[in-house]
């Protein structure tokens, strides 16, 4: 094995043998990038991605980094949320369907308060990718911010292919 800036290593002779496996299956890659700003990132981990390994489909997680991360916490919970995921225990998607709930209620009591006035606005069907958009953009002008916000509620939306 070669590490940057160490060199050849001797996997064997370092930690013996049972450090090396003659086989073993990849269940999920994870793809480490630098950090962009300019570029928008999945937040909420709703939608899967997907890679082929030597004609193996997997899922695939990007995750952006700046410099001092601990990679190793960082794949490990990767790693961990898979098996999770695997298991039948969603934690993004249980997030999202208690905040549409949630939210869902509120808008219920939203348009009982709302009838009859005229100065009052109700906003509705907001999604996960919606709200973290608009939370995380305060400054700027609510048109903009609405309008960023479908966008991103737009994209967060899968329908089945025909």
């Not at 370092?14 to 700003?37: S, T």
């Not at 004609?55 to 898979?82: F, Q």
Request: aromatic content about 4%.
């Amino acid at each position: 094995m070669e590490i940057r800036g160490v060199g050849l290593i001797d996997i064997r002779a370092l930690f013996g043998i049972r450090a090396v496996r003659q086989q073993k299956r990849i269940e999920v890659v994870v793809q480490l990038e630098d950090w962009d700003a300019t570029r928008e990132y999945d937040r909420t981990g709703i939608d899967g991605q997907t890679t082929q390994v030597l004609e193996v489909t997997l899922p695939l997680v990007t995750v952006p980094l700046n410099p001092g991360k601990n990679l190793t916490v960082v794949c490990e919970v990767v790693a961990m949320n898979h098996l999770l995921r695997y298991s039948g225990v969603d934690s993004a998607r249980s997030f999202n369907d208690r905040l549409l709930k949630r939210l869902a209620e509120r808008r219920q009591l939203q348009v009982r308060l709302a009838r009859g006035k005229t100065n009052v606005s109700v906003v509705t069907g907001v999604n996960l990718a919606m709200l973290l958009d608009f939370v995380f953009h305060r400054d700027i002008p609510p048109a903009d911010a609405a309008r960023r916000a479908a966008e991103a509620g737009s994209r967060a939306i899968r329908t089945p292919a025909a």
